[in-house]
């Protein structure tokens, strides 16, 4: 099983729409989540960190299920800015911080 | 907003060269990591870094591969003899904690 799966899409959608995207990681340890967003060859930029209550920033809303392994990501009312690939990123567990990279999926908000 | 900067932005170099990749991180940050993305695919951990020694590597990171934190701002990895197989693009991040800061990376081509 790969420590990270994600829909790599792409998901096409209009303007003003509701998208949601989905993960799964393999390390029940991972104790820190986050979602980052990357546009075409650039750095990762982090989108949020999920917290298991789940939390909401402005449009974006992010939810984690530390039983089922899963974390998800809910955009409203997509710009076009938000075309970019969201990458899911739980932690590799232990002190070190490092982080496990998904392959991503990618969005395309069309006028 | 403070910034992670690397240096070169892109660099060519013959195969079996060495090279020598730069990065200023944040300067309160505490844990210092190198990534690389293989163009078209997800990005990769390499190494941790605390405390100037390192605190995790990949399997990725191995002989050829080195860190060093020289004078307290910089942070370097040294790729000591290139393979075609390294061309991707290398990036630095440093964090306090959680939520790391990338820098805007090195493309590095071999060829």
């Known amino acids: 099983r790969k420590e990270v799966e994600q829909d790599p899409g792409p998901f096409n959608v209009p303007e003003g729409a509701t998208v949601a995207f989905n993960c799964t990681y393999s390390n029940s340890a991972s104790q820190s989540f986050f979602w980052y967003r990357q546009d075409c060859r650039k750095e990762p930029k982090l989108l949020m960190s999920?917290?298991?209550s789940g939390n909401e920033d402005g449009r974006f809303t992010a939810q984690l299920n530390r039983a089922s392994q899963y974390i998800s990501l809910l955009i409203r009312d997509s710009k076009l800015s938000d075309s970019a690939t969201y990458l899911c990123?739980?932690?590799?567990?232990?002190?070190?911080?490092?982080?496990?990279f998904g392959q991503g999926t990618t969005l395309q908000v069309k006028p | 907003e403070p910034e992670v900067t690397q240096t070169p932005s892109h660099q060519v170099t013959q195969m079996g060269q060495e090279v020598i990749l730069r990065c200023v991180p944040i300067s309160n940050h505490l844990y210092f990591y190198w990534y690389r993305q293989i163009l078209g695919q997800k990005v990769e951990f390499l190494v941790s870094?605390?405390?100037?020694?390192?605190?995790?590597k990949s399997e990725i990171f191995d002989d050829q591969f080195s860190v060093e934190r020289p004078d307290g701002s910089n942070f370097t990895l040294k790729i000591r003899s290139t393979k075609l197989e390294d061309s991707a693009m290398y990036f630095c991040?440093?964090?306090?904690?959680?939520?790391?800061?990338f820098g805007s990376g090195t493309r590095l081509t071999v060829v």
């Open positions: 991040a440093s964090s306090l904690k959680y939520g790391y800061t």
């Open positions: 990123v739980p932690d590799g567990s232990g002190n070190t911080g490092k982080l496990i």
């Open positions: 870094f605390y405390n100037n020694e390192i605190s995790e």
């Open positions: 999920v917290y298991s």
